[in-house]
């Protein structure tokens, strides 16, 4: 089996291009980027990762998303700190997605006002999209042309100079490891070689910020272990990233900060830690055994108020250190974040 890593980030240069502030309206590439303009954030909003004092990367306040009778996206308020990895974490059908999509201006919201990079949306999306690295959900890639031919259209559309896209190129290949690929059409690719070249394809200007949206869904755990690999070698040089998930692991593993997306608003926010903490304390009983006794332990669980779940074979109760004589017999375990996301949403998740 071909144990070779497929994402090659540690050995790739995916730093950003060095920060410079050009003229308010001026015509620059892409990689001549400025500062975000200082926005009237709250002290109080900033996440703990972020300098004192740092102007947001993106603030969302009270947008509002309608499709329909369907509200995708109600009331969210959110704010991220520059060069912080953020997750967002909710159940199928919570708004992510939606909410990715407004950051890009894809989507248009109904209410609420959006900056993204100091640049107010929508007036300003061009420009804020030339800074920032984009990797859908949906695989949107052109079916008929090559990796390097899709690299060569998104170098141009993102402004990188003429002598240094081949060598942009050559850069996002590897990143992707497409290298063999490289001159295969999409439809001819597996699923997992077009979310690595969708990765590829995000990344070739150098982004100071990006948006990935569900970035490891579908890959294969390996392959999902060199992209987290990679998301954290972007943070660590300093790259702003916003990711929606629903694997519960990689908010753990990558996210400095995790929001908890639920129809369409932001119920909870902390560090992975923080949200265990303050939504399902330190310490879990499950209790197992067959169907009745845990009908029971259910019942039991609800008339003294404990906060419960069913866990496959067993029902797990939060904040056991605060259990008294009424406990019923089980096994105790250390709380842990998918607890946290029951306790919020009522829902299950991968
Ligand atoms: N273009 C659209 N037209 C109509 N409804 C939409 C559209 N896009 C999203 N929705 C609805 O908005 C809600 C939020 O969808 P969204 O894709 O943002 O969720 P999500 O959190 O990304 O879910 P998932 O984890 O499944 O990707 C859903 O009810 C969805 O059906
Ligand atoms: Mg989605």
């Known amino acids: 089996m ?38 009237a954030v709250p002290a109080a909003n900033m996440q703990p990762a972020s300098a004192p004092g740092a102007a947001a990367a993106i603030s969302i306040r009270g947008a509002v998303k309608r499709y329909g009778e369907i509200v995708a996206v109600n009331g969210l308020n959110l704010e991220v700190p520059p060069g912080v990895c953020f997750g ?27 900056s993204v ?13 030339l800074e920032m690295g984009v990797v859908p959900q949906l695989d949107n890639l052109d079916q008929e042309l090559t990796c390097r031919q899709i690299l060569m259209v998104f170098a141009r559309l993102y402004r990188v100079p003429r002598s240094e896209r081949p060598a942009a190129i050559e850069r996002a290949l590897k990143v992707a490891n497409l290298m063999p690929r490289a001159d295969t059409i999409v439809k001819e690719l597996s699923g997992g070689m077009r979310r690595r070249l969708l990765v590829g394809r995000g990344l070739i200007h150098r982004p100071s910020m990006v948006l990935l949206d569900e970035p490891t869904v579908g890959l294969d755990p390996q392959i999902r272990q060199e992209l987290w690999t990679l998301i954290d070698g972007l943070r660590a040089e300093g790259v702003t990233v916003l990711m929606s998930t629903h694997y519960i ?18 119920i909870a926010q902390g560090t992975p830690a923080e949200l265990v903490r303050a939504h399902a304390g330190e310490q879990v009983l499950e209790v197992y055994g067959a169907p009745e006794r845990l009908e029971q332990v259910g019942e039991l669980a609800s008339e003294q108020g404990w906060i419960s779940r069913r ?9 056991a250190e605060t259990l008294d004589g009424l406990a019923p017999e089980g096994v105790l375990r250390p709380a842990n974040l998918e607890d946290a996301f029951v306790a919020l949403t009522g829902e299950e998740i991968e």
């Open 2 to 39: 071909d144990r070779r890593p497929r994402f090659a980030a540690a050995a790739i240069d995916i730093r950003p291009y060095p920060r410079v502030r050009p003229p308010r309206r001026a015509r620059g590439f892409a990689w001549a980027r400025r500062a975000p303009r200082v926005s």
């Open 117 to 129: 990079l100091g640049y107010e949306l929508p007036r300003e999306s061009k420009q804020s999209r």
């Open 88 to 114: 967002l974490l909710g159940p199928n059908g919570a708004g992510k997605s939606t909410t990715m999509r407004m950051l890009t201006a894809q989507t248009l919201a109904d209410e609420g006002e959006i």
């Open 311 to 319: 866990s496959g074979p067993a029902v797990a109760i939060m904040r």
């Open 249 to 266: 692991e990689e908010a753990e593993r990558l996210a400095d900060t995790v929001a908890v997306m639920s129809a369409g608003r932001i």
